[in-house]
């Protein structure tokens, strides 16, 4: 038994939600990043009780716990299904103004409060796949939110749906709508104990029919130079300055390979990502990506070489290589259970789709929580131009997610 003759909340939710501003800040040292992300959450539990998800809590650190009751007596593995609340912080999130444009036309959208901004189908191919969809965009001055508040939509209208229509078989099934996803500390502090699933799926993927089982492995890396500091005035042979080191060392990166600007697929790269100093010390912040985890150490020995080189151009520096780990591919943990993907895939297709697994230029709360032991693919939301003051979703897309869900969680119980 598949979705029918259901009236959506998805796409009313949404228009609420996005409204909310949920705008995490990776300068922050507090869990959540910001308070103002406990706004939507507090508004999430009262609505999960009210759909009738009884124990919808909201803990100290931002997460939003809830309970799907089995309808089934069958044992079957408890599923949690995942999104995050935060948007980027790469784009204003403060009084975004949701515009429902119905049946797409194909024809360019130009955003009100903000004409330069246009959203047409050459910068945006997907687009040409929805026509005919209602399409929801911002008003032209904020990004949507739609990264991820369509796929907390999607759950919150599923959570509803399957209360609503306790005849359809399925086992108990975990809601966890995380904080600070957007700024690398999104599963932080999830109590696994109390989440209490054996598997789990993010709704925080892009276009309908992709299902994501493969993501980059992370490091962070911090290179430092420590300089000597001298009276400019009087510094011949004394002063060691590390902005100049610093500056000399980035100039040694290459331009045309090994960087964001210049991959893509299955390449990984090495990205700075900020850089700050006095004469006395400058850091070198950096992100090194690869979906091969043994490969890190390969990027990060050369990166290492490059500042054993600009040393010795700088006699007197002193230098520092910090690494820490981000996360891992998914992909090692979810190769070990292929029924988790196989079961997605079942659910597409149920639901009128191809799968198409993908890898993901990046990473999700599923990496994190894949190695905490919840193996946890991605799956699709419609959210497409993230980030951005572009960024919009298809309704279409939002709803059929739903009734993928659905599918999904029959799947899992028809297996047990």
Request: charged share 25%; glycine share 8%.
């Given at each position: 038994?598949?979705?029918?003759?259901?009236?959506?909340?998805?796409?009313?939710?949404?228009?609420?939600?996005?409204?909310?501003?949920?705008?995490?800040?990776?300068?922050?040292?507090?869990?959540?990043?910001?308070?103002?992300?406990?706004?939507?959450?507090?508004?999430?539990?009262?609505?999960?009780?009210?759909?009738?998800?009884?124990?919808?809590?909201?803990?100290?650190?931002?997460?939003?716990?809830?309970?799907?009751?089995?309808?089934?007596?069958?044992?079957?593995?408890?599923?949690?299904?995942?999104?995050?609340?935060?948007?980027?912080?790469?784009?204003?999130?403060?009084?975004?103004?949701?515009?429902?444009?119905e049946k797409f036309d194909g024809s360019d959208i130009v955003l009100p409060d903000d004409p330069t901004v246009v959203i047409s189908t050459h910068?945006?191919?997907?687009?040409?796949?929805?026509?005919?969809?209602?399409?929801?965009?911002?008003?032209?001055?904020?990004?949507?939110?739609?990264?991820?508040?369509?796929?907390?939509?999607?759950?919150?209208?599923?959570?509803?749906?399957?209360?609503?229509?306790?005849?359809?078989?399925?086992?108990?099934?975990?809601?966890?709508?995380?904080?600070?996803?957007?700024?690398?500390?999104?599963?932080?502090?999830?109590?696994?104990?109390?989440?209490?699933?054996?598997?789990?799926?993010?709704?925080?993927?892009?276009?309908?029919?992709?299902?994501?089982?493969?993501?980059?492995?992370?490091?962070?890396?911090?290179?430092?130079?420590?300089?000597?500091?001298?009276?400019?005035?009087?510094?011949?042979?004394?002063?060691?300055?590390?902005?100049?080191?610093?500056?000399?060392?980035?100039?040694?990166?290459?331009?045309?390979?090994?960087?964001?600007?210049?991959?893509?697929?299955?390449?990984?790269?090495?990205?700075?990502?900020?850089?700050?100093?006095?004469?006395?010390?400058?850091?070198?912040?950096?992100?090194?990506?690869?979906?091969?985890?043994?490969?890190?150490?390969?990027?990060?020995?050369?990166?290492?070489?490059?500042?054993?080189?600009?040393?010795?151009?700088?006699?007197?520096?002193?230098t520092e290589f910090v690494i820490k780990e981000q996360y891992r591919n998914m992909k090692e943990v979810l190769d070990t259970v292929p029924f988790?993907?196989?079961?997605?895939?079942?659910?597409?297709?149920?639901?009128?789709?191809?799968?198409?697994?993908?890898?993901?230029?990046?990473?999700?709360?599923?990496?994190?929580?894949?190695?905490?032991?919840?193996?946890?693919?991605?799956?699709?939301?419609?959210?497409?131009?993230?980030?951005?003051?572009?960024?919009?979703?298809?309704?279409?897309?939002?709803?059929?997610?739903?009734?993928?869900?659905?599918?999904?969680?029959?799947?899992?119980?028809?297996?047990?």
């Amino acid at each position: 038994m598949g979705i029918s003759n259901y009236k959506h909340t998805a796409a009313e939710r949404f228009m609420r939600y996005v409204q909310v501003d949920t705008q995490s800040d990776p300068a922050s040292p507090t869990q959540p990043s910001t308070m103002k992300q406990k706004d939507l959450s507090r508004m999430l539990v009262k609505e999960l009780q009210l759909i009738g998800v009884a124990d919808a809590e909201l803990d100290e650190h931002g997460y939003v716990y809830g309970t799907i009751p089995a309808t089934t007596e069958k044992q079957v593995p408890v599923l949690c299904y995942c999104s995050h609340v935060d948007t980027a912080p790469d784009c204003s999130g403060a009084g975004v103004k949701p515009i429902l444009h119905e049946k797409f036309d194909g024809s360019d959208i130009v955003l009100p409060d903000d004409p330069t901004v246009v959203i047409s189908t050459h910068n945006h191919p997907y687009l040409k796949e929805r026509i005919g969809d209602n399409i929801i965009t911002a008003s032209g001055t904020t990004l949507l939110g739609a990264d991820d508040k369509a796929g907390v939509a999607i759950i919150m209208d599923l959570a509803q749906y399957l209360i609503e229509h306790p005849e359809i078989p399925h086992g108990k099934i975990r809601i966890l709508f995380t904080p600070d996803e957007e700024v690398g500390r999104g599963v932080n502090k999830v109590d696994m104990q109390k989440l209490g699933a054996n598997f789990g799926y993010t709704l925080d993927g892009g276009e309908r029919g992709h299902l994501e089982g493969e993501t980059f492995s992370a490091d962070g890396v911090t290179v430092t130079f420590n300089g000597v500091s001298a009276h400019p005035g009087y510094a011949k042979n004394k002063m060691v300055s590390a902005i100049k080191a610093a500056s000399a060392f980035v100039s040694k990166l290459p331009r045309h390979e090994w960087c964001p600007e210049t991959t893509e697929g299955m390449e990984g790269f090495v990205h700075p990502v900020s850089i700050e100093g006095t004469i006395e010390k400058a850091t070198v912040q950096f992100i090194i990506r690869d979906f091969n985890s043994a490969m890190l150490a390969t990027h990060e020995e050369r990166l290492r070489a490059l500042v054993t080189e600009t040393a010795k151009e700088f006699p007197g520096i002193g230098t520092e290589f910090v690494i820490k780990e981000q996360y891992r591919n998914m992909k090692e943990v979810l190769d070990t259970v292929p029924f988790v993907m196989d079961n997605a895939e079942e659910a597409y297709k149920r639901a009128g789709m191809k799968a198409v697994r993908m890898s993901v230029r990046g990473g999700t709360d599923g990496s994190r929580l894949s190695f905490m032991g919840l193996p946890c693919p991605n799956l699709f939301t419609g959210e497409m131009g993230i980030h951005s003051k572009q960024e919009y979703v298809s309704v279409q897309d939002m709803e059929k997610a739903v009734e993928m869900l659905v599918h999904l969680a029959q799947v899992w119980e028809e297996k047990a």
